[in-house]
């Protein structure tokens, strides 16, 4: 293999992904773009040069961010995701029969564009599900005006980098509340504790005073590097956090869908935090 991609996002640690064909690279009026085939992975999406998502690990992230909250809350009708770009929540998201509205605000059309045409075993055609409300906008500027409420809220957003950034402030967060239903769940993409602590408690610190029940659940996704990834949890329903196993094996059985990473066992057990987590969210 001559050709290699770097991710070089932190200062002392790469993670390099061998490039058996280059497929694609280009900028939109948001970021750069690329996409490479590689033999371990398949095709491989990189945002300013990080990678978003690979055919092969692509469940692990997307299931637990879908799957985990809407089991959980057990009535969601109306969805919103913020960024997901690619299309890979919002095929998870509408696996759900029950959901009737799964409305994605993505800023960058040219990575929606980009992954109906390149990434279809990855969105499959959940862009032409009549059930899909597409909206290309700022997610802060979307939560921040008043509108439509949701049963469940997923910020499947890059980094803290570029056009994200805003996706981590307590504007944004504080928004996100107003949008969601009382008795709602808040879930937020929040990176690798291990290297990037900071982004989960920050997270978990500006969500503290806005919900009643705050912590993080997690999962092993091979190319976010570095150990477990965190997804951010935020409900004023602290019950949802703690659904019986054999609740969530009954929800899952009639939602009647496989699933290759989540399980109810598996959803019961990523919220049990390592020390050195749990400090995080404390
Ligand atoms: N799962 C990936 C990860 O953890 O790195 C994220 C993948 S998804 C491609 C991220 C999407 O968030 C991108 O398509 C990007 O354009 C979008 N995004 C970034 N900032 C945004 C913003 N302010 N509003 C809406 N979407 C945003």
């Not at 092969?56 to 799957?67: I, S, T």
């Not at 937020?188 to 806005?210: D, I, K, W």
């Amino acid at each position: 293999m001559s050709e290699w991609f770097v991710e070089k996002l932190y200062p002392s640690w790469r993670q390099t992904l061998a490039i058996a064909t280059p497929l694609h690279q280009s900028a939109t009026a948001h970021q750069r773009i690329a996409l490479f085939e590689n033999p371990q992975f398949g095709r491989v999406l990189t945002l300013n040069d990080v990678v978003q998502t690979t055919e092969r690990d692509e469940f692990v992230y997307h299931e637990m961010m879908a799957h985990v909250p809407i089991l959980a809350h057990g009535g969601a009708r109306r969805v919103l995701i913020i960024g997901g770009g690619d299309g890979g929540l919002l095929e998870e998201v509408l696996k759900h029969r029950t959901v009737a509205q799964a409305t994605m605000v993505e800023i960058d059309p040219g990575v929606v564009e980009f992954s109906r045409r390149h990434l279809p075993m990855i969105c499959g055609q959940a862009f032409d599900d009549p059930r899909t409300d597409l909206v290309i906008a700022d997610g802060l500027d979307f939560v921040t005006r008043p509108g439509e409420t949701y049963h469940v809220i997923l910020v499947d957003s890059t980094d803290p980098i570029g056009p994200g950034v805003g996706l981590y402030t307590e504007r944004f967060y504080a928004g996100c509340k107003q949008r969601l239903e009382p008795s709602g769940v808040l879930v937020t993409q929040n990176g690798v504790p291990f290297l990037q602590g900071g982004e989960l408690s920050g997270t978990v610190a500006a969500l503290r005073p806005l919900f009643e029940d705050v912590s993080c659940y997690l999962a092993a996704v091979p190319t976010y590097v570095g150990g477990f990834m965190a997804l951010g949890w935020a409900s004023d329903d602290p019950a949802l956090r703690h659904i019986a196993t054999e609740t969530l094996r009954t929800r899952h059985a009639t939602a009647r869908f496989s699933t290759r990473y989540y399980s109810p066992e598996v959803h019961r057990g990523a919220f049990a935090l390592p020390p050195f987590i749990a400090d995080l969210v404390a």
